[in-house]
């Protein structure tokens, strides 16, 4: 009786094993015929081989630090602005305009999309959509509060 018993619980529990409709992954005769892709390699540790590349001075550092493990920390792009806020405020009056928005809008489009014409009608409305977005008081410009707010929104 219990030689039974034990037979039919462990009948129980690979019958439900046995009724998968994927083959096993160790089945060289039965490749998996799934359409997801495969997973990206590991990017999370940096690649210590090759130098990083020298900051140009005329590009924001966002576009010319290496790729980390993810977006841009609130603290990062906080010290982004104050370093390159001055470069981009032409009139130095503590506001960008949105001309000066749209050359700094325009520098990190072409860095993080290098295929991207930035002098295209598209990309023109998406800076003007982003400096009616980033002027969170309506002044007509944009400090280094309101654009550090604004672009970390995205992190």
């Known amino acids: 009786m219990l030689k039974q018993m034990l037979l039919i619980g462990a009948a129980a ?8 409709t994927t083959p096993p992954a160790s089945d060289p005769m039965n490749p998996p015929t799934t359409t997801e892709p495969a997973p990206m390699p590991d990017t999370t540790t940096p690649d210590t081989t090759a130098p990083a590349p020298a900051p140009d001075s005329s590009t924001p550092p966002a576009a010319t630090e290496p790729a980390q493990s993810g977006a841009a920390t609130p603290t990062q792009i906080a010290q982004i602005v104050d370093q ?26 072409a860095a993080t999309d290098p295929a991207a014409d930035v002098e ?31 672009l970390s929104r995205g992190a």
């Open 13 to 20: 529990v690979s019958f439900p094993a046995l009724a998968q």
């Open 84 to 109: 390159e806020f001055p470069t981009y405020d032409g009139d130095k009056n503590g506001d960008l305009n949105e001309t000066e928005f749209g050359a700094w809008m325009k520098k990190l489009r």
């Open 120 to 150: 295209s009608a598209e990309v023109k409305s998406w800076i003007g959509q982003a400096f009616a977005s980033a002027d969170g008081d309506k002044s007509g410009g944009v400090n280094k509060t309101e654009l550090t707010g604004f």
